[in-house]
Every structure is written in C-alpha cells, then in structure tokens.
C-alpha cells in the first residue's frame, strides 16, 4: 500500500541532544512537508521541500535541519538549538503542485 | 498577514445530530480550501475540498460551504457518530499559495451519547 512512513512513532530525548526523525513516502511525490503540532496551535510549517535536493524554510525553522538526498525521504533533525522541542511532528507529502497533502502518522518527541 | 482560523476550539454535539464546524480567512486571495481530520495520536487525514469557483460541495455525510463575502467557510457533518470524534481543521491556499496550505487551529468535535 502506499503512504507515508513516520519513525519512530515515540521518542526521548535529553536536553543537548540531536534528534532526526524518518519520513518515507512511496506515493511518488515530489514535495514534502514537516509541521509542528502543539496543543491549540494548529499546525506550524517547519521545513518543505519541492524537489530533490532543494528544500525551504517555514515559518518556524529555526532550530530545525532538513535533507532531501531521495525523492522518498525527508528527515528532520531537531538540534539542541531548538529551545521547546516537545511536540508532535507531521510529516506530509504531495504530488507538485496538487495542494492536496497526505500525512503520517506522526512522531511525538519528548525532552526530558 | 493571510491566516485561517476556526471559530471554536471545542464543539460538543449529541450522536445523531447534525455538527457544523466553522472556519474564517483573512486573505481575499485565496481559491482553495481544504478540511481534515485528525483522530487522537494519527495524522489528518483528508475529508473534502472545494475551490473559490463553488458555494457547496457535498460528500458522504459531509457537506462543505464556502461564503466568499463573508471569506467564511464551514464544515457539516449529517448523523454525527462517535467515529466522528476528533479534531477538525480548515486549511487554505492563502496568498498565492507560494507555501502551501494555511492551516487553522482546529476544532475538537466531541460526541455525546
């Protein structure tokens, strides 16, 4: 079945510490998007990317690094620099163009 | 600046009524709105769109309207069931849509027996 893969589903995390997340897709898409979900926040737009090799920042990238080296794969690394990094992380892919987004499953990051 | 927000963050309804979830959008620009679900713990999934050029569009149980003098939009959902529970967002393609959808602050649907 197609879809996007989201790992790991739950992480721990120590302060100081370096993070990435995975996200897959195989629905052959060519843009790729990782939100930032907090309580009552909606979703906030971290980093996307429209093409292999390219990607941009959102509105709260900071903190945050992406690579986009395979059209399938888009991973976030959350940095120590990023002060409040607790949150639930959205990944979500779309073909170009189509601003019809397909998400995973997520991944809730916890610092302890 | 564009944005698109929900009128409430939490709407509770008795199972078998009618819901509807409201949504507004600051940017006359924009020409295409979507809505999603959320369940606890999944990612939103897609329920239906409808671009600028339409008022109305229906789907299973589910009919959006679209009111572009009033840049509001809302979300009903026939017979609500306790499978309907979750939080619903609006999101829009504001501004030209250079980055994408503008996503509210959803609403939490909750169904009472």
């Known amino acids: 079945d197609g879809g996007i893969t989201q790992s790991p589903k739950y992480l721990f995390r120590k302060e100081g510490q370096n993070v990435t997340l995975s996200c897959e897709q195989n629905?052959?898409?060519?843009?790729m998007y990782w939100y930032r979900q907090d309580p009552g926040q909606g979703l906030r737009l971290i980093y996307y990317?429209?093409?292999?090799?390219?990607?941009q920042k959102g509105d709260i990238a900071e903190g945050y690094s992406v690579s986009r080296e395979k059209k399938e794969s888009f991973p976030l690394t959350v940095t120590s620099a990023q002060k409040n990094p607790t949150a639930f992380y959205l990944c979500?892919?779309?073909?170009?163009?189509?601003?019809?987004?397909?998400f995973g499953a997520g991944s809730r990051l916890t610092v302890l | 600046g564009e944005s698109v927000g929900l009128h409430l963050p939490t709407l509770s309804v008795q199972e078998g009524d009618n819901s509807i979830i409201n949504c507004a959008y600051s940017?006359?620009?924009?020409?295409?709105f979507i809505w999603y679900k959320q369940e606890s713990g999944k990612g939103p999934q897609f329920i239906i769109d409808?671009?600028?050029?339409?008022d109305k569009r229906q789907g299973q149980r589910v009919t959006v309207l679209l009111n572009k003098t009033v840049k509001h939009l809302s979300l009903q959902i026939a017979a609500t069931q306790p499978g309907d529970s979750a939080v619903y967002f609006c999101?829009?393609?504001?501004?030209?849509?250079?980055?994408?959808?503008?996503f509210g602050k959803g609403t939490h649907l909750i169904i009472q027996p």
């Open positions: 979500a892919s779309e073909p170009s163009g189509a601003n019809v987004l397909t």
């Open positions: 629905l052959n898409h060519d843009a």
């Open positions: 990317s429209q093409i292999v090799n390219d990607f």
């Open positions: 940017n006359s620009a924009s020409d295409y």
């Open positions: 409808i671009r600028s050029n339409m």
């Open positions: 999101a829009g393609l504001l501004g030209g849509g250079a980055d994408g959808l503008t």
